[in-house]
């Protein structure tokens, strides 16, 4: 429901733009482009890049990473101060489930139920989104959309699949009184987001066809309709974790675009 009202809002706009029959300049005559677009980012506690569990340990991830995330989008120019973008986007991420506080519990054959002791990996983490976005161009800073500073607001769909194929459990037996390795395999799980953001950036002209686009982003994320599809086996705080980690994933990204204009 809540996605629905924010996609009537977005409409609205849109419609409004079009019922005002502005004058559009555009740029050279020009008022639709395609655009790719990277987005990236500090990361802290976990990693961007996945690895199979071989090439993991059981230390913490304590280094910096960056965010990216690739879009491709197509503008078109409703007036001289705005313009409406569809875009969709794909992104590859992972997170250290040693930074994730007792993601899953661990049961062994004979039914015995220990005590979470340590998971370790990073797991793949594959993100295929679409959206909406509208860039309101400022008219007092000089700005002729699409050339000239703006402020944007969008709403995407996410749809994550995480991968726990690739993770190592560590388990103490109580009854021999050891620590024990033991690979994982739950599976493939998808997780539905929807993410509002709100961004300002300019944009330039390179030639008579290309423009330059320069921007940053602020987001928010929340659990969609069906925000999961299966629930884990031995999961025990794993979805809570991962829902926090794709909320500080979303704030904060420099936007760095090319456009082709036609």
């Given at each position: 429901?809540?996605f ?57 991830f ?34 250290d ?19 979470y ?7 793949k983490?594959?993100d ?31 749809s994550?699949?995480?991968h ?42 390179l ?36 829902l ?18 036609f």
């Amino acid at each position: 429901m809540r996605f629905t009202l924010i996609l009537i809002v977005f409409v609205g706009l849109s419609t409004t733009a079009k019922s005002q029959k502005p004058v559009v300049s555009g740029y050279l005559g020009k008022t639709n482009y395609a655009m790719v677009k990277f987005n990236t980012g500090l990361r802290f506690e976990h990693p961007e890049k996945w690895k199979k569990n071989n090439e993991v340990s059981s230390d913490y991830f304590t280094g910096v990473d960056f965010k990216s995330e690739f879009e491709m989008t197509y503008g078109h120019i409703f007036s001289n101060r705005f313009i409406v973008e569809g875009l969709v986007g794909f992104n590859t991420t992972s997170v250290d489930l040693n930074n994730m506080s007792s993601a899953f519990e661990y049961s062994f054959p004979s039914g015995f139920q220990s005590e979470y002791f340590n998971y370790f990996g990073y797991p793949k983490i594959t993100d295929v989104y679409g959206g909406i976005n509208t860039k309101f161009y400022r008219r007092k800073k000089g700005a002729l959309a699409p050339i000239g500073v703006y402020y944007g607001l969008g709403l995407n769909y996410h749809s994550y699949k995480v991968h726990l194929d690739h993770i190592t459990a560590q388990i103490r037996d109580y009854d021999l009184n050891r620590v024990i390795a033991t690979q994982i395999n739950y599976g493939t799980f998808t997780y539905n987001l929807v993410e509002l953001n709100g961004s300002f950036g300019a944009t330039s002209a390179l030639t008579d066809f290309l423009l330059l686009d320069l921007g940053f982003s602020v987001g928010w994320v929340f659990a969609g309709a069906n925000y999961y599809e299966n629930t884990i086996p031995e999961e025990a705080g794993f979805d809570s974790g991962l829902l926090e980690m794709l909320q500080l994933y979303q704030i904060g990204k420099v936007k760095i675009g090319l456009a082709y204009l036609f």
